[in-house]
């Protein structure tokens, strides 16, 4: 079997990047070991975040950096075990962190970002996925009166550099929004612009399915058996490809390191659980607890808790122990029912140094391309990602400038 594009992974990013490769007429084939959307794309918070402009930085205060060093704070834990594996990541992670740095690259980010919202809802209307669809943003919440304020400042620098809307809603404001939330949190700030899925691995599949309507191939396969140049084992057989496209978030480098590549990828691990609500409650929207490091959104299957950061090593056992340490928090905050699923569920979100995804061709191989490293951002950055990659491969006029995200900017 030859196509004109193999494309490795099927998590919101690789199929994106497959359906704009087969609007463009070129034959593709949408390559994964499991179904579409069932890894990383699946377990995160629901948001396309048109306010996102700024990417989550390393903390550069003394004082934050002793609280982390505890190890006992809700939204970051380490394993001090994977320390001096990532040492050398944190460490660039750290530097790119400096404000004036990280100015620098919010101005490249938020070229992709003012596309994720206007993006997403073309690749939903052509799937018929608007369903899944909550328009009308999502909320970050506040017990005290003074991180209210710094928060009003920063979404008020963002509204200046960036046109990111906002909303501050006071304590009676906010209780007459989402009435079955504590009535002692002091406000909240509504991110207008912004919006959210019910199922994000739900969304997956239904650009998937679109994806096939259009004449696209789904292959279940091994992408670590890539080959230049561009074969790849299936379990229909050999698949041929002009080109290949590594979208494998997390796994990137399990196809990119036998070629040669050393890029400085690394995760952040994270888990979530659902929970049914009790009885004659509800939750409107995505509830961010900004204080205590974790995040309530309604899904299809329940009031989903998501929790922060987990600095690891990508394939060690999971230790949940953020969600046991933030669950009676989030039970204070929304009257959580029984659990859905028996154990949390665990991903990794795929991240780089300086906070931009890797976006671009290959700086050796001729006809390979790279679409990971999204972070936090992989659900928001998807389609805007699969079209910069196939405008790319098509020679067409990019939406935005591609050189901040190359590969050889390493």
């Given amino acids: 079997m030859k196509f004109d594009v193999l494309v490795l992974g099927a998590g919101i990013v690789g199929t994106s990047t497959a359906i704009h490769l087969q609007r463009r007429g070129l034959k593709t084939a949408l390559i994964d070991r499991g179904a579409p959307g069932r890894e990383t794309s699946y377990g995160n918070a629901g948001l396309i975040q048109r306010e996102g402009v700024y990417p ?33 990541f944190l460490a660039r992670y750290w530097h790119h962190s400096a404000p004036r740095r990280h100015a620098q690259i919010a101005r490249r980010y938020s070229t992709l970002i003012e596309h994720c919202v206007t993006e997403h809802d073309a690749l939903i209307a052509s799937a018929g996925a608007n369903d899944l669809l909550r328009e009308g943003g999502w909320l970050k919440i506040f017990h005290t009166a003074g991180a209210l304020e710094a928060a009003c400042r920063e979404a008020e620098r963002w509204q200046t550099e960036y046109g ?10 906010l209780q007459r929004d989402e009435p079955s939330l504590a009535a002692s949190l002091v406000g909240a700030i509504r991110y207008t612009a912004s919006n959210s899925i019910r199922d994000p691995g739900e969304l ?88 205590r490091g974790f995040l309530l959104a309604p899904m299809s299957q329940g009031i989903r808790l998501t929790t922060g950061v987990e600095l690891a090593l990508r394939d060690v056992p999971k230790t949940p122990v953020q969600m046991a340490a933030v669950e ?16 949390p569920w665990m991903g990794c979100r795929p991240c780089t140094p300086d906070m931009l995804p890797i976006i671009g061709p290959a700086p050796v191989h001729r006809d390979l391309w790279f679409a990971f490293g999204h972070a936090h951002h992989g659900l928001t950055l998807g389609p805007v990602t699969g079209r910069l990659i196939a405008e790319m491969i098509t020679g067409a006029p990019t939406l935005v400038d591609p050189a901040p995200f190359r590969a050889d900017r390493f």
Avoid: C
């Avoid at 550069?60 to 040492?87: C, K, W």
């Avoid at 890029?263 to 009885?279: C, D, I, M, T």
């Fill in 164 to 173: 990111v809307p906002f909303e501050r809603l006071d304590a009676t404001q």
């Fill in 204 to 291: 997956v599949t239904r650009y998937a399915d679109y994806f096939a309507s259009i004449g696209g191939r789904i292959i279940r396969g091994d992408a670590t058996t890539l080959t230049p140049n561009w074969r790849v084992q299936t379990s229909e057989g050999a698949v041929e490809g002009r080109h290949a496209v590594v979208a494998m978030g997390p796994w990137s480098d399990t196809v990119t390191r036998p070629l040669g590549y050393r890029l400085p990828l690394a995760v952040k691990r994270g888990y979530h659980r659902h929970f049914q609500p009790e009885a004659g409650v509800t939750l409107n929207q995505p509830v961010l607890d900004a204080e």
């Fill in 328 to 343: 009676p928090l989030a039970r204070d905050l929304f009257p959580l029912g029984a659990p859905v699923e028996a154990e």
């Fill in 56 to 88: 989550y930085a390393f903390p550069r205060d003394i004082g934050a950096l002793l609280h982390y060093a505890r190890n006992r704070s809700t939204d970051v834990r380490y394993h001090p075990s994977a320390l001096p594996s990532i040492a050398p």
